[in-house]
């Protein structure tokens, strides 16, 4: 897959985004280009930089969204929000992805928005493996479209999560 803006600016908004216990090193993230599962969807400014990201996974049965992201000074615009409800409606397999437990309120803050999409916020344990070497694993929640989903449900895809995007 070629990427017609420099990655450079794809990865700088993960940076921006996420901590980097939450992003892979810059190497890392690059060679996921080349898997036929994944694909980075990227909404361009009037300017034609990188705007947005949505990084996602299609195993055929699910789709994982790993990342989204928009450049910091256009958050609450409704680019993340465009980009979600078009990938959500751009395939009919269900789709997961993983948030941080609402115990403060920018986490709280996701989990509402990805609510207001139509995702459910699911009520099972869930240990994200780390996307760096050296790095702990990190307690989050699923959140899945179009329904909610049982500890026994998400079972199948943490499976092929943790196989193809953890490679644990």
């Not at 760096?132 to 079972?155: V, W």
Request: charged share 25%.
């Amino acid at each position: 897959m070629e990427i017609q803006i420099p990655f450079d600016e794809v990865f700088k908004l993960l940076e921006e985004a996420f901590p980097v216990t939450e992003i892979r090193t810059y190497e890392g993230q690059r060679t996921l280009l080349e898997n036929r599962n994944y694909r980075l969807h990227i909404e361009r400014d009037a300017a034609g930089h990188a705007a947005g990201i949505l990084a996602s996974w299609d195993f055929g049965t699910f789709r994982f969204v790993e990342h989204i992201a928009v450049g910091a000074t256009i958050r609450g615009g409704g680019i993340g929000k465009r980009m979600l409800t078009d990938y959500m409606h751009s395939g009919a397999s269900p789709i997961v992805l993983e948030v941080e437990p609402p115990y403060e309120a920018m986490a709280e803050r996701r989990i509402h928005f990805y609510e207001r999409c139509g995702f459910h916020l699911n009520d099972f344990p869930y240990k994200q493996p780390p996307l760096r070497s050296g790095q702990p694993e990190i307690a989050l929640n699923i959140m899945s479209y179009p329904h909610p989903l049982t500890e026994a449900e998400f079972l199948p895809y943490k499976r092929i999560l943790y196989a193809e995007v953890y490679k644990k």
